[in-house]
């Protein structure tokens, strides 16, 4: 997708959505709508035949500072910080970092520099450097949050900024601080540190956090309230895993639930036995004509819901060939992530204060039934 046409896309269809203060009605909420994007690069695309093989960003627009510079930024559960480049940054690694805005401190009169220095590093080996900064953070409505922290990043190896939403523990800094959530609730936008997000369907094209609330609309069911499991990120225990032919592999492992990445990553003994029970090679390969796509699905089983992928969007067949590849990787550092492979087909609601997940089978539809938190 060229970079003026995506520019259109996030200006045209993002929005922020929220009452003044002073006219809230319960449950407060602010909903944050993000589109999207499809930025695998092109060589890539030329692997497969099918959309599923797609490297999907989530993208959102913040308005900071006193000339309420917008920015696109990625929605990112799995991290804590919010952070972006700056007009003057280096863009590393081949990435186009600056594509979706950049912050100019010098225009803004409200800008602060915090003097202290930041690096964001992910798994992907992809990150950003700068300093901590503060400015104002702008509702499209008008309504101000003063004096929110950022990174300010001045070199970048990605080709967008992030919206952290994880837990404080997961700010990259020993010095902790009121994240995007927290500040919502203290400015008194929100009752509780809490979020709730809606990726959408596979093929859908804009998704949404509500913060504050819960959409009963988005999700069919009960909503499973499920523990924060003991682990690095915010997570929840999977008890298991079954195969269309019905058997099960149990598991009892903890699985970081992670917007910013795109399939699922396994402890590779754990993805060994799930190729098994599916009838896959070693390295999660099987002849496409075998696997019945149209009609398979595979299920994850937490305590009291069960999530279900479909087998369209499991597996991505190679260009040229009859080899289908399933899109869980073993990974050799032990560590669980869930990306949106599997957020896609649920709808997730995390409560940061009371360290309480809610999880149900996503309901695909524009309705909108809006609910405070309960658990």
């Known amino acids: 997708m060229h970079i003026s046409t995506l520019l259109s896309i996030?200006?045209?269809?993002?929005?922020?959505?929220?009452?003044?203060?002073?006219?809230?009605?319960?449950?407060?909420?602010?909903?944050?709508?993000f589109d999207v994007v499809d930025m695998?690069?092109?060589s890539k695309r030329e692997e497969t035949e099918t959309i599923y093989r797609r490297t999907l960003y989530y993208f959102a627009r913040v308005s900071i500072g006193s000339t309420k510079q917008q920015i696109g930024v990625a929605v990112d559960t799995g991290s804590a910080d919010l952070w972006f480049p700056s007009n003057d940054a280096t863009c590393t690694g081949g990435s186009d970092c600056k594509s979706l805005g950049s912050f100019t401190p010098s225009i803004s009169n409200t800008f602060r520099n915090l003097t202290t220095s930041v690096n964001s590093n992910y798994g992907d080996g992809n990150g950003a450097t700068g300093y901590w900064s503060k400015d104002d953070y702008w509702f499209s409505d008008g309504t101000k949050i003063e004096q929110i922290q950022f990174g300010l990043m001045n070199a970048v190896a990605r080709d967008t900024g992030v919206l952290g939403l994880g837990s404080p523990d997961l700010e990259a800094t020993d010095d902790k601080y009121p994240n995007f959530p927290a500040v919502l609730k203290n400015a008194g936008i929100i009752d509780k540190t809490a979020y709730s997000l809606y990726l959408n369907s596979a093929t859908a094209s804009s998704g949404s956090v509500v913060f504050g609330a819960i959409d009963k609309a988005k999700y069919s069911g009960?909503?499973?309230?499920?523990?924060?499991?003991?682990?690095?990120?915010?997570?929840?225990?999977?008890?298991?895993?079954?195969?269309p032919n019905g058997s099960t592999v149990n598991l009892n492992i903890p699985v970081a639930l992670d917007s910013g990445t795109t399939y699922i990553q396994l402890e590779t003994s754990v993805a060994k036995q799930i190729y098994q029970a599916l009838g896959l090679s070693e390295s999660g390969t099987a002849s496409c004509d075998q696997l019945s796509l149209d009609s398979n699905q595979l299920t994850f089983n937490f305590d009291g819901v069960s999530i279900t992928i479909p087998y369209q969007t499991l597996f991505y067949q190679f260009s040229g060939g009859s080899l289908c590849q399933a899109r869980i990787y073993g990974?050799?550092?032990?560590?669980?992530?869930?990306?949106?492979l599997f957020l896609q087909n649920a709808y997730v609601a995390f409560n940061l204060d009371s360290k309480k997940v809610g999880l149900a089978k996503a309901n695909y539809n524009d309705a909108t039934d809006l609910a405070d938190f309960w658990f």
């Open 40 to 42: 695998t690069p092109s």
């Open 10 to 33: 996030l200006t045209l269809s993002t929005t922020i959505l929220a009452a003044p203060l002073d006219k809230r009605a319960s449950p407060k909420y602010h909903t944050l709508d």
């Open 222 to 243: 009960d909503l499973a309230v499920l523990d924060f499991a003991d682990y690095t990120w915010t997570a929840v225990k999977l008890d298991s895993v079954t195969a």
């Open 331 to 340: 990974s050799s550092d032990g560590n669980n992530f869930f990306g949106d």
